[in-house]
């Protein structure tokens, strides 16, 4: 396959991906080439956009005042069908989704984020809500036109996300024991939810899922991490619960509050804030004792939206460094054409298209087990396994390709006059949001050691790879595996890097 | 050795570096502590300073507007010694200037830039200036007040900064050429000027050192890269010749035009411009046809700088991670404490103390050959070969570590409110400055092959290392340079990242 | 009439203006309030735009990066007519172009100046360019999609704008002294500029006019203000040309450079830069001896637009404040209530609907006038008369109608949060464009002594004044014309005020 | 006097202030110009400082990140005494801090504000606090090394500052009721206050003197301003009472906080912010029924520092535009010869002179009469008329000759590069703090019709000026008294202009 190919995500796509899958999306992409590119650029030449907390009138207002050009971008996606799609046949597939996603992202990392947490917001509320919630929000969120609502995924407080069961601190109270509401016969499952939301992506968004105590619920405090319990450690947080909350209140006030817009380096293209909860009325969604599950579930959608956005940052990355490579004359020729400059695009080509095959895998098993609900299957934890591979392994390789990109570029590079320092910002939130590169190790190695998802994969693996390869690395994490806890834990690094890039070089080859 | 070292420069410096040399810098370090650290953060949240180009009465004036506190963190460095205590006495020895880059550049990675410029125009000057120019200049170079003036080196224009040879098109005339100045008999020296500079670093120094074309030299054109020739290839760009710029006119008048500050993603402590040379007075250094080799021997001072400052921000970026996991709480205990995190922090620590024996060494032989002039010895080429891998490998660690601070920091990694994004766009200048890997890794090739400076650099590690470990790699080298021309050149990145670490590894041996 | 007219352009116009003329700006001001506003506040909030000197192969490309959601603002007004209506018929007339401005100015006081900056070049090229030129260039101008060429009006330099006669250093040199292009016949018109215009303003335009100096033509050293000579002020700078300069040059190439935008406070819609005319290409339009007047007649196009401009901004300044006082509540009613409140909106109410009447009596003037060449005719002097009185004092107006509608909105007017402030900062151009207050009573005072412009103007109002009233303020003015010069100059400016206002207020009776 | 003057306060406030009065500060106006100068340029340069909300481990800090130099230059007025000089001796003069802040607001508009809301914060605490406040917080605010507490007054909330009656919505509720502390025996003044002010000057300050409403009180919502009472409208708001709130809890904690910081164009150099007081500590100051002549005695501060800061910004825009009209040439001289602008420069410098003389009487006047409680004396009543007129007149001119500053600098008058439009931006905000000119106007009636002031002013008056004048202008004030009350207020503005040109033209004469 030739490098021009890195220049189109359709292209690149095309290789692995159906074509009729693909053709839906390709004015969505000539739509990029053609206008969306320069909005794109900027928005992030704009910055944090100002929110404009109260008119001036002195009523709160919390609009947030982007570029206007904006909200074109971000409307054009979900006309493609970002949300829309997943659910328009009876298919039970999310791959457009990210099909979508990966045009998206190849054009403006940060759009992906949107998208993702309105569809981690419809999922959950179609297979958890009410009959009541579903046919109240999921025809604004499925709307075709442009004018859809946007869900977000609020979990993270102020001390941090990893440990969501000792850090979330937000309350919920059922609705009866706050306010007398007689005549809302149908209000039985009304909360109001008071708290600080620190990390809150696409805030502004009409509705939110959160993750809130119900009160009287415990919060851990025992000061054990989780890796040394005997029991399920996902259990422990099991004090919270996911509520579906409105951006608008049912007297047509104010639900939430921005407190402020985070200043981000990257990702300009979707605002995340601080959000205040305030007597905020919220709809449970599921059973309360399912709240942790039902956070991982939307992790999960998530997880596979950074990998998606993860590849096509690093396409981009090598895009752009391509197109530089070809342009820029040094020693009487363009240095795509001095051999090491092409053996390290060659050899990044390559790696690229193995996190294609490891993400195109995470996606189809995905759309397997995504409608699952607690007890899962085997094969949700092999997918557990895999997604925690790919979004460790293709967020690096983001973050790489775009440091290497401007490398390529040279001193034009660190200047914010051109793009290549852009790819680098917007990368750097890949290894770290739905978990850093610590937590997908350590996850990957509980869902091993507990679940032994190793061997659903490397049985999974088998048809495409050498078996002596395959048994060298099997050997290798069992032993690991024996290992002491501490001692497991902290040698873990080297493991799971070799069999991300094994599991993706297998998934490659079974792809070709 | 403990990670609390992380925190203090000299703590880390001092498992190396004698107490006697370190002891005049105790102030300094606790200046930094004290008032610089704010300072240094306030000038990277300005962003890029303003240029006044005209004063309110149209007079031209190129005034750079930097926070005015910005003058007080430089001025602190240049009386802590930065340029003069290398001449203060008889040793000859450059390396009190390093050791004050290195403290500088841990508490601000754009600071030091000022100071090797500043050194890059002061040691040219002395060792090729005329005397009527040493006396003239130097003084004012080596004031211990803080009054001193700056140096700068301008080399790159706007086709790019590799190609030399091709790429600078500003044309110098002897004066008698253009000016009638019949009464200005000491003048014979005296060239004019004409071109643009693009990548000016400490722009606004009072003198500069600046490539340029004399009038009539041949400009390489050919389109051959100089890999393939039989001829030396630095040879190539002999119609080179290096001036001495000052910014003021004999008249009063500027001397040169800044047509504007470079908008950086990092380093915002150091002013980079463009330049506008018109009829500009200039001195020239040295022979006209030496101008190559002074270029380059002042790219062999930047070069250790740029090592020096890489880990120095390798070390700060790790400080500032550990600072964080000590203070940062997750099930139950700092994140330090947990297992995997602590081995990352301890693999780290150990590239780091690698990576500080590879500077040293660098000063250290730098130390020996810096006063060399053409022709010059083995020893000064197995300094370039030490210097090419080093400068390689520590840029490369001190942008891998700031990444990972940042993932360290999760959320909070990716915004601008706080400090741990700053290391990474500023480590970014630090692989590019002075030559990319890429740059790195072909001029190492060239200096292997044409004046098998590895075979020196085996002998110079041999004491510290297994032999057999010796043998290995040095039959690797040997084997790689037998290959075709274009092999060598696009396999090298491998053979030559490995040579890095196993001459790290040695040296830190050595100094254990 | 009523205040809520205040709150349409097309309202408060319709007073005045027949309906025929306004009906085609219906849809136009219908998309300002629907689509416009909104970019217009973000193009202000975006700040001045940056400057791409470069792209990114190190070829000059100048291009202006606006939010691109500007050119959508910037098209509308062209498509609207703001350069073809006035050309689409045989009317002669430029009064769509000023009823465009007008609509354009209530909404964004900025984006006024590229339109009235094309009308300026467009009019002369189809006065005094000759037939080829006129063939070249006005198809280019006039296309009605949207696609037309911009125009601008490039003057100062950086030693002031009010004395070109002492300032423009800028020199033309015909092509045949320059360049031996024997083969260009019909090129005996083309010049080449060498020079640096200082205030720009829609830099980056495809025409401008520039004035320039032929080679050897004389530049005024006097020192003696021009007030004091006896022959005619206004030929003093005859060494003065006016010249027409396309961005592109013959072969492709940029035909002048951007060397950076000025920051300004306001009117960010008009990117303003420094334009460097290096042998730049530049035909020469009319005769050279009559430069100087073709300057001034251009002035006089632009000065109807900044009169236009304030009236529209003034308008926009009392709407704000009006919705402001309609919706904010003190003492138990809304502050428009308040009695003191009401007097002062009615009282500017007033002065407002004066204001216009000035605005709409120049526009017809300007009709009468502006096809003549020198010399001019009676007419001509009063126009010049009553836009100098009207620029004076519509610019005045607009300034203290937007510090007025800051100090209605209390704190809020000081805060960039909301838009009371951006109209102060807007209109501060419109007494400073086009001739400071100062430089209006100057030039005003000149044309009642030289051509005895007030005579015609009393004349001109007659119908419409008390003739008491008419006979006092003529007595004064020929009172003030006895003065000896200095105290004649000195003491003009409550003369020239009281003079304004005066008529300002009778041609109010006179549209009643 | 000769217009040179204008260039330092010093020099000019000495035609009217004893040199023994300004000695003490010729080294502060010495040290503006060598140093606090290019900081304060600076500092409006860099915009709104940021705000650190939380520090990294996620504990609120609410810090505020201004360049570091800031911190300088507001210590610099503090040592010269702008708090601790009223109360060094036994004089009882608040002189000194009238005097320090006009030489601060000749260099720093913004700064004057810290200074005065300390001064303001002091003063009610020496009046009315209980001896254990006095104790414990005096010694903060007095201390003389830089060191000293801030003070802050915080008084509006987000529905407006001048009906605080109806706008104030905070609550206080006294400790007893909320919280059991048996044990905190002297407590019984601790209250404790939940609201959110919305303009809140030198928010981040030690201490702070606030409005609120202990619960339970009135809030005046009766919809009748207050003008139309019989009787005494001052006594409406007197549901609010004034309580000292510092920024430190018992226990440690912040006892308010930061929402944000706003974004002004202007006055930089004091953070304005939003604060939310929850269960924030207060202690009463006073009885609580006195509350709105406590908020009145401090707004009687205030306001006199408004004229000082005015009456100085006023004298920095005539000084800056003499320099630039000094050097600036056109027509062969400096345009400081040409006729016209002399005449203007004379007329404003003659004005400057008068604003000077009437803000000295009302320094003095409050000198007599800022110990008084109530009942106050008619000398009370006089200053606050005077005041009224000061406040109203000084804010208008320092306004009109900083647009005019603008005008003399032309094009260099709209450009952020250089110093003359801020002023501008400065000034914008002395009309509207501390009472808009509308506010004035209407309090002054007030005090003219319910204290007959107006004839202790023209008593005040009677020997400095012609007693025709005086008959004449007296006449029409009672004449104006006379009218119906909508008209009495209606028409208020011309008749309140000219006794504010009336009062200082005579004050002038007095003081020569």
Redesign the interface.
Known sequence: MDLQSLKSPLAFLGELVPDSQLTPLKDYESWWLAEGT??S??VD??GTP?L???D???KRADEI?????YWKILKRGYQAGAIWRPFADDSSSLRMHYLIDYVTCFFDAGLGCPYIVSLSTTVPLKKYGTAELRDRYLPHLLRRDGTNWQGATWM?E??????LG?NVETIARPVQQTVQSADRSASSDLWLLNGDK??SSNVGAELAIVAARPAGAPQRG??????NHAQDARATPHGLALFLVPRIREDGGLNYFI??L??????RSVPTGEVELRDSEAYLLGKPEWGIYLILESLNLSRVGNITGSVALAQRALADALT?AE???????PIIE???????FDERFAQLREARALMWEAIHLLDEVWQETPRYSDRYHLFRLIAHLAKYWTAELA?QFA?WN?????????????PA?RW??EA??L???EG???RQ??DGLEVMERKRAHEMLFQHLAPYVDQSDLQDISSRIEQHLQLAA??K?????PVFRDLAVFTARALAGKNR
Chains 1, 2, 3, 4 share one sequence.
């Not at 005042?65 to 050009?69: A, G, I, Q, S």
């Not at 001095?338 to 390290?344: A, F, I, S, V």
């Not at 401007?406 to 051109?418: N, Q």
Request: avoid cysteine; charge should be positive; hydrophobic fraction near 40%.
């Open positions: 320069v909005i650029e900027a030449r704009a100002w404009r907390m109260f001036q009138f002195g005042l982007f570029p206007p050009d993270t102020v001390k941090g996300g990893s440990d000792a620190y990390f025992t000061g054990v991490p989780h890796r407190r402020r985070k200043n981000k380096i990257g990702t530089f342009g820029r004359v040094a020693f009487g020729k001095h051999p090491l400059m092409r053996r390290q973050v440091k401007m490398e390529v570029h040279g001193g034009l590079g660190v200047l914010a006059e051109y320092e680098l910002r750097m939130i290894p770290i949001w850093t590169p610590h190790m350590l501490e001692a834990e902290a040698g873990i690094e």
